[in-house]
């Protein structure tokens, strides 16, 4: 079903693989809100994109229009275009990107990460790239710690609610078995905004594959309808609208 793999570590499970997962995001002030999402992503080795049988096709397709600018050759054209921006060079080194699939021709992607190896198997950095609603698209370089934990100025307009200003700590650490990502907006004089993603690995196979589409149908649709519906609430609820800074162009080279 799926195209030859190349070694990574032993110990690790290989890509690609399907992770169901909760995504849920906790707003302390001004006033306490809190979120919960059901959905599935993919970990997909940049190299060896996965190769589903023709009737499953339509339920994903991993396109480099989705990512960075969107008018490279590849994904991993694309990213190695960034890196290249930043003076990396993975020498050919391995790429694993965590996120969801093109699903009947849509995908939205509010957060596409990329764990980025260098040739002898060790990790050079991880690649946070962060998309919108408004249609703009922002990639952060992160150099991770033992605990796959790292911090960055927030340099994007994401939500409605926060301005450009704080600082993120991302822990990403490689998936294993088990999915367990976080993201903490950190800003002054406010408690912090909190996103995370908790899951666990499955194999891919047709099974898993129909099961999981049919458990969450149009899931890559829900996301944006789902962020548009809690900022309503949001708004309606009188949390101040962030006025977004001027359209940017999407990131990266290639």
């Excluded at 911090?151 to 990403?172: C, H, I, Q, W």
Aim: glycine share 6%; aromatic share 8%.
């Amino acid at each position: 079903m799926v195209t030859a793999l190349s070694a990574l570590r032993p110990a690790r499970p290989e890509p690609p693989a399907l992770y169901p997962c909760t995504i849920t995001h906790v707003r302390r002030a001004p006033q306490r809100y809190a979120l919960r999402h059901r959905t599935y992503m993919w970990l997909v080795d940049l190299d060896d994109l996965p190769m589903l049988p023709r009737p499953l096709r339509p339920l994903a397709c991993f396109s480099a229009r989705d990512h960075f600018t969107g008018r490279a050759a590849s994904i991993r054209a694309a990213l190695d275009g960034f890196l290249d921006e930043h003076g990396i060079d993975l020498h050919a080194g391995r790429v694993l990107m965590l996120a969801q699939a093109r699903i009947l021709g849509y995908v939205f992607n509010p957060l596409t990460l990329y764990w980025c190896y260098g040739a002898d198997g060790s990790l050079r950095c991880v690649v946070a790239e962060v998309h919108n609603t408004y249609g703009e698209r922002h990639a952060y370089l992160l150099h991770t710690d033992a605990a796959g934990t790292a911090t960055v100025a927030k340099d994007f307009y994401v939500s409605p609610f926060n301005p450009v200003d704080g600082r993120y700590e991302m822990r990403l650490p490689p998936p294993g078995q088990r999915l367990r990502l976080s993201v903490r907006l950190q800003r002054p004089g406010s408690p912090p905004f909190t996103a995370s993603i908790h899951g666990e690995r499955r194999d891919v196979t047709a099974t898993a594959l129909l099961r999981l589409a049919l458990r969450h149908p149009w899931s890559t649709l829900m996301v944006p309808a789902a962020i548009r519906f809690h900022g309503i609430r949001l708004f309606l609820r009188g949390l101040p609208v962030q006025p977004r800074p001027g359209r940017r162009a999407p990131e990266s080279t290639s």
